[in-house]
């Protein structure tokens, strides 16, 4: 065995209780499903809930028990069943993926000897143990896009809380954001996913962007009026698979004003953000209002440039992470917020909701910075580098605040509609 790292000055303690809290997360979001709707494929676009158990449990052997602390993994035959680059989601339910109890016992016995590692080794520079609980968050809104998908109903999440009433927008009143040079993508210090950086400079003109998302009244207003119909709104390849699966409205409504939330169909309600729409119908949408969407320079630089004082900042509201104040983000709403419902959130340009409630699709193409380079692992970003996937930014209300930033980047296909998206104009100045 090789040696181990060496003892570290930097403090654990806030990554062993990252690692808790996280934790503490998966197991509450699947404490009241039963085992066999754990392991039940809900959709062929998503894995059994019961896969990303296992899958969290085998990276964390990966990465904290072979690559940090240089032990034998716990599990090392089910490296290949776990592998999310070489197992895509439409086969994973015929994989010989971990049953339920299997798989919380393998979440068990790894933290535990993470824990016991990480207590001997202390946490190196803290990158790997970062990455290993950004992880764990990002499965668990990808088990909550299951859960939307899967349809419980009278499913009851523990812990739900209610948010603040909104303002009322509608979405298509506009600020304008002065152009300039700006400095995108994440900057040296801390941690950022490899397509964050690196940061470099970029010439942006100025231009309109909505001063918030586009909520379901004004969507709904696009639907009646016809938006689904109006061929000159949608391209080629929209068009084709709007009318090859009957696409009318967004995904989680319903014909008769109703909306599926996880746990039941509630009312549609007209002041919250539209949500599980594609890049086509986003597209279609801003088309049919003389707009466009934004691109990820746009929206990144209304997000987080400060025009009085010729600054960026760390979020929209200022340098503070993010709290209750500020976003609907971190899950527990199960839901998205009205419109204008977290003023304090408010952006230097004038924009409300950048970070949470919503995903927001951008016109860009997901590529490669300048000078890119694969960290830590080639299969995270780069394989999907191209003109096939959008950037999404923002976050959604499942996005845990520790991985919502400005300057984070999802991405998928354009025809995407499990995600918690929607979307904000844009138009030239």
């Known amino acids: 065995m090789r040696d181990a790292p060496a003892l570290?000055?930097?403090?654990?303690?806030?990554?062993?209780?990252?690692?808790?809290?996280?934790?503490?997360?998966t197991l509450t979001l699947v404490a009241e499903i039963s085992d066999a709707?754990?392991?039940?494929?809900?959709?062929?676009?998503?894995?059994?809930?019961?896969?990303?158990?296992?899958?969290?449990?085998?990276?964390?052997?990966?990465w904290l028990l072979h690559r940090f602390a240089r032990e034998p993994m716990e599990r090392p035959d089910l490296a290949e069943v776990y592998d999310a680059f070489e197992t895509p989601r439409a086969r994973r339910g015929g994989l010989p993926f971990l049953r339920a109890g299997q798989a919380r016992a393998?979440?068990?016995?790894?933290?535990?000897?993470?824990?016991?590692?990480?207590?001997?080794?202390?946490?190196?520079?803290?990158?790997?143990?970062?990455l290993v609980v950004r992880h764990e968050h990002q499965h668990c809104e990808t088990m909550l896009q299951t859960l939307n998908l899967a349809r419980l109903e009278g499913h009851r999440p523990q812990g739900r809380v209610q948010t603040p009433p909104g303002s009322g927008s509608g979405g298509l009143e506009t600020v304008v954001v002065a152009g300039g040079e700006l400095d995108?993508?994440?900057?040296?210090?801390?941690?950022?996913?490899?397509?964050e950086r690196p940061r470099h400079r970029v010439e942006v003109d100025p231009f309109h962007i909505g001063r918030t998302p586009i909520d379901?009244?004004?969507?709904?207003?696009?639907?009646?009026?016809?938006?689904?119909?109006?061929?000159?709104?949608?391209?080629?390849?929209?068009?084709?698979?709007k009318e090859q699966y009957d696409i009318t409205h967004p995904l989680n409504w319903t014909d008769d004003g109703?909306?599926?939330?996880?746990?039941?169909?509630?009312?549609?309600?007209?002041?919250?953000?539209?949500?599980?729409?594609?890049?086509?119908?986003?597209?279609?949408?801003?088309?049919?209002?003389?707009?466009?969407?934004?691109?990820e320079a746009e929206w990144e630089r209304a997000a987080t440039w400060d025009e009085e004082t010729g600054e960026r900042l760390r979020f929209p509201w200022g340098d503070q992470p993010a709290g209750p104040p500020h976003a609907n983000l971190d899950q527990l709403a199960f839901g998205t917020a009205q419109v204008g419902a977290y003023p304090a959130g408010a952006s230097p340009s004038g924009c409300l909701g950048m970070l949470g409630d919503v995903w927001e699709w951008t016109s860009s193409h997901f590529v490669g910075y300048p000078g890119f380079v694969a960290h830590p692992y080639r299969e995270y970003s780069e394989v999907f580098f191209g003109s096939d996937y959008r950037v999404l930014r923002g976050g959604s209300w499942a996005t845990a605040r520790r991985v919502a930033t400005?300057?984070?980047?999802?991405?998928?296909?354009?025809?995407?509609?499990?995600?918690?998206?929607?979307?904000?104009?844009?138009?030239?100045?």
């Open 184 to 195: 995108l993508g994440a900057g040296e210090d801390g941690f950022a996913y490899d397509n």
């Open 216 to 241: 379901n009244a004004t969507f709904l207003a696009f639907v009646q009026g016809g938006g689904y119909q109006r061929r000159e709104l949608w391209s080629e390849e929209a068009w084709r698979w």
């Open 258 to 295: 109703r909306e599926w939330r996880i746990g039941g169909y509630e009312p549609i309600d007209p002041d919250k953000p539209v949500v599980h729409v594609s890049w086509f119908e986003a597209d279609a949408f801003v088309r049919a209002h003389g707009a466009r969407l934004p691109t």
């Open 37 to 62: 709707e754990l392991e039940r494929v809900h959709s062929p676009l998503m894995s059994p809930l019961v896969w990303d158990l296992g899958h969290i449990a085998a990276f964390e052997d990966l």
């Open 406 to 429: 400005p300057t984070f980047r999802n991405w998928d296909l354009p025809q995407r509609r499990q995600i918690f998206a929607g979307l904000r104009i844009a138009r030239d100045a």
């Open 8 to 25: 570290t000055t930097i403090d654990p303690e806030p990554l062993v209780d990252g690692l808790s809290q996280a934790r503490e997360r």
């Open 106 to 130: 393998y979440l068990e016995r790894v933290r535990e000897r993470a824990l016991s590692a990480t207590s001997r080794l202390g946490v190196g520079d803290g990158m790997v143990h970062e």
